[in-house]
């Protein structure tokens, strides 16, 4: 019998070996796979096949979240449909959307089918994949944007988390595509990492991993980043205009998603064979794997904090949604501020201005990074304005804003006349502005 070549033989125990660590690891561990529809498209998803059968046999719950930009774009070339473009973002009109429809459809029975094989003398021998689709995607319209329908464009409102835990508990694999429902029936055309990133956060997975054109997130003299905590990817999305499409694209999703609970979030190479593998099982991967801070805290503000503030605010600033505050103004009241924070990352912040002869306060300048929003954090910091309002002895908390009103009426508020605020107050509002008032009890 001819003796296979010793090095080889060697290097595969040996590495074997320093896989099972992982192996253990990932055991019952929830994996979000996303990639574009080109992985398709270029005949790349029969490799990730064997992938993913790997993880399957080791009790990986896999949900897989694929794209179909090429296959639609395919479908509108043949039906003679013009594609629209505003950004990054596809406005989908009735013809669009069909187009769409179908190319979601071809691409699912084409994924199903490779999933499906179990061929000898292949990976897939008697890999017996179960592969489960359904309507777990609730979307909403992205609806008119400067002046833009997009139609069926629309943006994830909702995932069914339970019916996917269900089909994974079943040791199913979850095949989603980027399209959502709505409670009307509506069809919605969404973004695959809109999809996916919603995904792993409502499902609190352990990994979120996007399979992108290039090897991972790289710094300014292009060296792989292999590890990033999420406030450096923050810097790095800010510091770094030149970053490729798809880092720009998917790092926003990684950071998003490990800063709403999702453990790690990978940025690896479609075009390497079993870099699935090589990212998973191997000490030193072979893309970018995003880590969250250390745990979050809300404190009194210091002068340190100003950078952090004035970068979450100012935007705001520009848009209208914050009155405008001086910067001097800023420092001289910077006693009055506090925020959350994460390992010196500053993730949102907001003001408490005392009236204590009306025994009210207001509560002003409420901001989170929208990297790090709908986790709760705005509601932590009007808790912790409510408990030190309450502190004080008063018995009113109030609010002046433009378009934030349905968050406050959800928490408590009640829109309330101008009289009612502190005479002081009064003389300082806005009329041209006209922010509407709401106000909260505060019970002792
Ligand atoms: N309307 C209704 N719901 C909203 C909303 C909005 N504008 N924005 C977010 N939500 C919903 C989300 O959809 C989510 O709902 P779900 O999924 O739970 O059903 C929920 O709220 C998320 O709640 P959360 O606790 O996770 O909240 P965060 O996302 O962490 O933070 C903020 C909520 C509103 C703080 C955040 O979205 C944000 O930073 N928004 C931009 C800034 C903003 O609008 N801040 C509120 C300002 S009002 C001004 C000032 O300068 O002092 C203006 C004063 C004047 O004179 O006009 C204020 C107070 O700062 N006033």
Redesign the pocket.
Known sequence: MPKPPALKTEAFVKWFRSATPYIHQWGGATFVIAFGGEVLADGEFQQLTHDINVLVSLEVRVVLVHGTRPQVEEQMRQHGVESRYVGARRVTDAKALSCVKEANGIVRVEMEALLSMELANSPMWGADIRVSSGNFVTAKPVGVVDGVDFGHTGEVRKIDAEGIRKRLDDHEVVLISPIGFSPTGDVFNCTLEDVATSTAIALQADKLIFLTETAGATDAKGRLLSELTVKQAGELLAANGALPEDVRVYLPCAVKACANGVRRSHLISRHVDGALLIELFTHHGIGTMLVPESPEVIRDATAEDIPGIVQIIEP?EQQG???RRERDRLEGEIGRFFVIESGGNIL?CAALYPFPDESTAE??????NPF????????RLLAFAEARARQAGFRTLF?????????FI?RGFAEADIARLPARKQSLY?YE?R?KIFMKGLQP
């Open positions: 705001l949604i914050l009155v949102g509560l002003a300048c409420l901001a989170v790090y929003r709908d986790g709760g954090r705005g509601e609010v002046l804003s433009t378009r934030t009103t349905h968050w959800e806005n502005r922010s």
